[in-house]
């Protein structure tokens, strides 16, 4: 199977090259998405890696908006998704791409590995009934149903990505692989787990860990997914209400903002009329209100 590696990036050009220069030898052509980048990403890719597809855009239009312009101008039957701040080992592209050989399989989940040897990062993405998502197997949870992949390591079938539009422009980042994973399966696709697909992920080296931006980031996908796929209208809505206004609480008493509630509500405007049914199989029941706010806690 051919694959196209999109990478999206914006102002890390350090990152950037060492996650190129993981990929050297691995057998897939590689697109890089610069978000009109002013820190030598040009002229980093132009000196120093040739052989990759650039597109640049002419503002910073977000890692969905961006990896959809890289799909766009690939034409590889797979599509394989690193960010930025992931050093993928070798035979990444091979082993993320296998389990597509399952005519069933839409997307497939790689594996992250935190950047001080401790753990896993992510192995895709768990759901509960409030559609919070987890990474799956950062707290030794990689029994977790798998809902989908996490952008951040992930392949999908040009197919099925293309006749699903593809990641909503309306996420700016964050989100965006739960929505889209949702519309896979709704569409009836289905996630795999491809363990020997690996990397290290720095992990928000972009929009940086816990900052405002995202913090307001994630707050709009909240709120646009708990709209999209309608969480308030279902037996979930007092679980999630519940956990949305501790984060709103938090942030309001640790970090003296309301942007968890502004940005929740701006996101819940943009999810726009016409609620969608959140396909069978996508969340795992075993994830309990007192776990997900254990991890909350954490």
């Not at 910073?60 to 998704?81: C, I, Q, S």
């Not at 009836?188 to 980031?217: E, Y």
Request: charged share 20%; glycine share 14%.
């Amino acid at each position: 199977m051919t694959a196209d590696v999109v990478i999206p990036t914006w102002n890390g050009a350090a990152l950037l090259a060492r996650c190129l220069r993981a990929l050297a030898d691995e057998p897939a052509r590689v697109i890089v998405v610069d978000n009109a980048s002013d820190d030598g990403t040009g002229a980093l890719l132009a000196e120093e890696f040739p052989g990759v597809t650039v597109v640049t855009l002419g503002e910073n239009a977000g890692f969905g908006r961006a990896v959809n312009a890289g799909v766009a101008a690939g034409d590889g039957e797979a599509v394989v998704l690193v960010n930025n701040d992931v050093i993928v080992e070798p035979g990444f592209v091979a082993a993320i791409v296998a389990p597509l050989a399952d005519p069933a399989v839409g997307m497939v989940a790689g594996k992250t590995l935190l950047p001080d040897g401790s753990g896993i990062d992510a192995f895709g993405i768990a759901l509960d009934r409030g559609l919070a998502a987890y990474n799956r197997g950062r707290w030794g949870t990689a029994g977790e149903r798998l809902a989908m992949p996490s952008g951040g390591a992930a392949a999908y079938r040009r197919a099925a990505y293309e006749a699903a539009g593809g990641f909503d422009p309306a996420l700016f980042a964050y989100g965006e692989d739960v929505d889209l994973g949702l519309r896979l399966r709704a569409a009836g696709w289905t996630a795999a787990a491809a363990p020997a697909a690996r990397g290290v992920h720095l992990g928000g080296a972009t929009a940086g860990v816990d900052s405002p931006l995202q913090r307001r980031l994630g707050g709009f996908a909240r709120g646009f997914l708990l709209r999209r796929w309608g969480v308030l209208a279902s037996a979930a809505a007092p679980r999630a209400l519940l956990v949305e206004a501790l984060v709103v609480a938090w942030g309001l008493a640790r970090h003296r903002t309301l942007v968890p509630l502004t940005a929740r509500l701006a996101g819940w405007r943009a999810a726009g009329r016409g609620r969608r049914r959140v396909p069978p199989g996508a969340v795992d029941p075993a994830i309990s209100l007192a776990l997900a706010l254990r991890r909350l806690a954490r």
